[in-house]
C-alpha cells in the first residue's frame, strides 16, 4: 500500500504501473493499493509516494465506539511477521478519518501494545509526548469508514523525507508533491526546466530524474533560498551514483545553453518579475509562487504580482508548459489556459496544481485548421 498526499493517488497509482512495480488493485483516501510485481527493492524509489507499507492486516467493523480499539488489538494478536527485531523496538502511528469516540494515541496504544506482545519487541508509545527511539519498525493504523488498515513500513525511512533534503527554508514543498508536479510536466524531451521561485531547489531535484538531457534553471529572490538548492542538489547529484558532479552558478541566462559535463543545475539570486533568461527559451515552467501564506511576494512580485505571469509567458517556448501551484480561484492566469486540474489538500489548505499552456497556442492552431 503506498499513502500519498490527498488529490494525487492516481498519479502515484499512474507512477506505479508505469514503472511496472506492480498492479494496482483499488483507491483510497490517501491510499494507493497495488500487488508488487518483483522485489520490493524498487519500491523505495517511488517519488510521488510518502509512504509503501506492507498490510498485515484488514480490520472491518471498525465503528466511532470505543469497542473499535477492542476490534483493533484483537486483530494486532493475529499479526504475524517475523522480521521484526528485538531492538530497539516498534512504533506505532494512526489516523482516521471522521469523528469517533476515542483517540489516534488510544489506537496506537492499543495495537502496539498487543503488536509487543505478538512478536516479542518492544513497544514505544507516543501518547505521553515522547518520540520513539530511532531504528523502531514502524507501524501504522489508518481507518476510512468502517475498514482499518494495519500495515508496516518496509523502508528504514518514510519515501517523503528524502536524503538529499538537508537544507531548508520557509515554505519549502513537499518532495512527493514535487515530483507530481514534475510528473504532469511531461518532461520527456525537455531540454530546458525552470522554477522562477525555486526555493530550496525541491521542484527542480524531482525534476532531474524524469528529465536526464535536461538544463535545469533555479532563481530565488532570497540567497538563503538558492543557498540551500545548490546543498541540496549536491547532496542528490551525489547520491545518485556515489560520486560527486559539479553544479554551475547562475551568472546571465539569456541564450544559455548545457556547457561542460555533468552541469545539471545552474542556481542563481534574481527578481522572478525579471527572469534573466531570454524569451522563448524555456520547454517547461514548475513553480510554487510565492502566495504571502508562508512567503510573502518580494521585488517586483511585491508591488505587481501579475508580472511573474507575463515573465513566465515571456521566456516559455509556443509549445511549452508551466505547472504551478495554485491557490488563486480567480481563473487562469493572463495569457494562459489550463490543460489539467489536480485538486489536492496539503497543510489543511487545497491548492490546486494546474497545467497551463500559452493561450496564442490554441488559437494558432485553430487559424491552420482553417
Not at 489516534?104 to 505478538?118: N, P, Q
Not at 526555493?199 to 538563503?224: C, N, R, S
Not at 496539503?346 to 490546486?352: E, F, I, M, T
Request: glycine share 12%.
Amino acid at each position: 500500500m503506498a499513502r500519498s498526499v490527498r488529490g494525487i493517488e492516481p498519479l502515484v497509482a499512474a507512477e506505479i504501473r508505469n514503472s511496472r512495480l506492480g498492479r494496482v488493485s483499488g483507491l483510497r483516501h490517501r491510499e494507493v493499493w497495488f500487488e508488487p510485481s518483483g522485489s520490493w527493492a524498487g519500491l523505495t524509489g517511488l517519488r510521488t509516494a510518502d509512504d509503501v507499507l506492507l498490510v498485515a492486516a484488514v480490520v472491518d467493523g471498525v465503528g466511532p465506539a470505543r469497542a473499535a480499539l477492542r476490534r483493533l488489538a484483537a486483530a494486532a494478536r493475529t499479526i504475524t511477521y517475523p522480521g521484526v527485531p528485538a531492538q530497539p523496538g516498534i512504533e506505532v502511528s494512526a489516523s482516521f478519518v471522521g469523528r469517533r469516540n476515542y483517540t489516534r494515541f488510544e489506537i496506537e496504544d492499543a495495537v502496539g501494545a498487543e503488536l509487543a506482545r505478538r512478536l516479542g519487541s518492544p513497544y514505544h508509545s507516543r501518547s505521553g509526548g515522547a518520540a520513539p527511539p530511532g531504528g523502531c519498525v514502524a507501524w501504522r493504523v489508518t481507518i476510512e469508514g468502517d475498514r482499518a488498515v494495519i500495515a508496516v513500513r518496509i523502508a528504514g525511512r518514510p519515501l517523503h523525507r528524502r536524503p538529499y533534503k538537508t537544507a531548508s527554508i520557509r515554505g519549502t514543498l513537499h518532495p512527493p508533491l514535487a515530483a507530481a508536479m514534475a510528473g504532469l510536466a511531461r518532461l520527456a524531451g525537455a531540454r530546458t526546466v525552470l522554477d522562477p521561485c525555486c526555493g530550496a531547489g525541491t521542484t527542480l531535484i524531482e525534476a532531474a530524474a524524469l528529465a536526464p538531457q535536461a538544463l535545469l534553471l533555479g532563481l530565488d529572490h532570497d540567497p538563503a533560498a538558492i543557498a540551500a538548492a545548490r546543498e541540496n542538489a549536491r547532496h542528490a547529484e551525489n547520491g545518485a551514483d556515489g560520486a560527486p558532479r559539479r553544479t554551475a552558478d547562475l551568472r546571465v541566462l539569456a541564450g544559455a545553453s548545457r556547457t561542460g559535463r555533468g552541469t545539471r543545475f545552474r542556481w542563481g539570486v534574481a527578481d522572478a518579475g525579471r527572469v534573466p533568461v531570454a524569451g522563448g527559451s524555456v520547454d517547461r515552467v514548475l513553480v510554487n509562487p510565492p502566495w504571502g501564506r508562508q512567503v510573502p511576494p518580494a521585488g517586483e512580485l511585491a508591488r505587481e504580482p501579475d508580472r511573474l505571469w507575463r515573465e513566465i509567458r515571456r521566456v516559455l517556448a509556443r509549445d511549452g508548459l508551466v505547472v504551478a501551484l495554485s491557490y488563486d480561484e480567480g481563473g487562469d492566469p493572463p495569457g494562459f489556459e489550463t490543460v489539467e486540474r489536480v485538486e489536492v489538500s496539503l497543510s489543511g489548505r487545497h491548492p490546486v496544481l494546474a497545467v497551463l499552456r500559452l493561450r496564442e497556442r490554441r488559437r494558432a492552431s485553430r487559424g491552420r485548421a482553417g
